[in-house]
């Protein structure tokens, strides 16, 4: 009988209907005990995890049953992709299960941060009344930049075309475009020129490492709000504090870091008068995203084995 090793949470319904076909081992907790997981995975056909499990040679190189790793969620950067086809490992990613997800949360930290909604509250909290105190601002007609228009950045871009912002897109890799209205493909020094809210949606690879830094910051002339959802590396956050101390952008949210959990070096630098919200990696997860990652994760298992 196929056997599938499952290291972190997937939802209970999914998991239900994978056991009813196949022989599971879950536990939400193992992905904290690679040497655990290398003593046993020896014995399975199938492996499945989130973004937590280091998929990499040491976990693999005994894994000689294993044909398929299944990731509750898109972004393979926890996976060692090449090394995974030298062995013949198929790798299935949950791709656009979260995208919606991930839409509303950008177009929610948009009006957010536009409207200075979190400076409004806290001065209100500390009976300071700001009535004038800051100036709030309509999204309508502003410019959201796309950077990396993929499967989540395409959502982005519809979702928040439906609430006023007009487009501007740039993808390295992206050589045909259906015009669209609001839509404008461009190249990345005219988005950094001309966005109020600049989004990034593209993998975390060495050709995407630190893509937004100083000199990026410098090139912002709309003091852009910016709103990282892809993986923390991609931006400097070194710079990207800098930036916002020096007023060459106006806000910021950050669903991810470079370092997860967030560390408390990063986190000192975060004062409570700073236009920003930041959240635990979860843009992508929220109920019916996870119970679409893990049902799609399962169906997928399932064909495969049959
Ligand atoms: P995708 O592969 O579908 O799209 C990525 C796009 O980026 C592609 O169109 C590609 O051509 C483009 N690209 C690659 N390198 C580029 C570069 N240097 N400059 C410009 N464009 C470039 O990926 P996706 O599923 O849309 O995911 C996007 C990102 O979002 C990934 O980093 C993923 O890990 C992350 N993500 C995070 C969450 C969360 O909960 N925070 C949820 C889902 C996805």
């Known amino acids: 009988m196929v056997k599938i090793l499952i290291t972190e949470f997937i939802n209970k319904y999914s998991l239900y209907k994978l056991k009813k076909v196949f022989k599971v081992h879950y536990d939400e907790e193992l992905w904290k005990y690679p040497n655990k997981i290398i003593k046993i995975i020896n014995d399975f056909d199938c492996l499945i ?12 190189h005994g894994a000689n049953k294993i044909r398929l790793v299944g990731r509750l969620g898109v972004g393979l950067d926890n996976i060692d992709s090449k090394f995974c086809y030298s062995k013949k490992i198929r790798i299935q ?6 995208a919606d997800s991930v839409a509303e949360y950008v177009g929610t930290c948009s ?34 930049g796309v950077i990396g228009y993929g499967t989540i950045g395409k959502k982005v871009s519809e979702y928040c075309s439906k609430i006023g912002l007009k487009i501007l897109l740039y ?12 839509f404008h493909f461009t190249s990345l020094p005219f988005l950094l020129k001309n966005s109020d809210i600049i989004s990034l949606h593209v993998p975390l690879n060495k050709g ?4 937004i830094n100083k000199n990026s910051f410098i090139k ?3 003091k852009p709000i910016i709103i990282n959802t892809s993986r923390g590396s991609i931006i400097n956050e070194k710079d990207l504090i800098d930036a916002y ?40 997860v929220t109920y019916q995203s996870n119970l679409r990652v893990s049902n799609f994760i399962v169906d997928k298992v399932i064909n495969f084995f049959n």
């Open 49 to 60: 995890v989130r973004n937590k499990t280091i998929v990499n040679k040491n976990l693999l």
């Open 93 to 98: 990613p949950a791709t656009g299960m979260n």
């Open 111 to 144: 009006l957010s941060l536009i409207k200075n909604i979190f400076l409004f509250h806290e001065g209100t909290l500390k009976d300071n009344w700001p009535r004038t105190s800051f100036s709030s601002n309509e999204l309508k007609g502003k410019n959201l």
């Open 171 to 182: 993808d390295k890799y992206l050589n045909k475009f259906k015009k669209k209205k609001n």
């Open 208 to 211: 995407t490492k630190n893509l």
């Open 220 to 222: 912002m002339e709309k």
């Open 245 to 284: 101390n020096k007023n060459l952008i106006s806000g910021f949210a950050l669903d991810v870091f470079e370092n997860e959990p967030i560390q408390s070096k990063f986190l000192k630098k975060i004062k409570k008068n700073m236009n920003c919200i930041l959240t635990p990696h979860i843009s992508g």
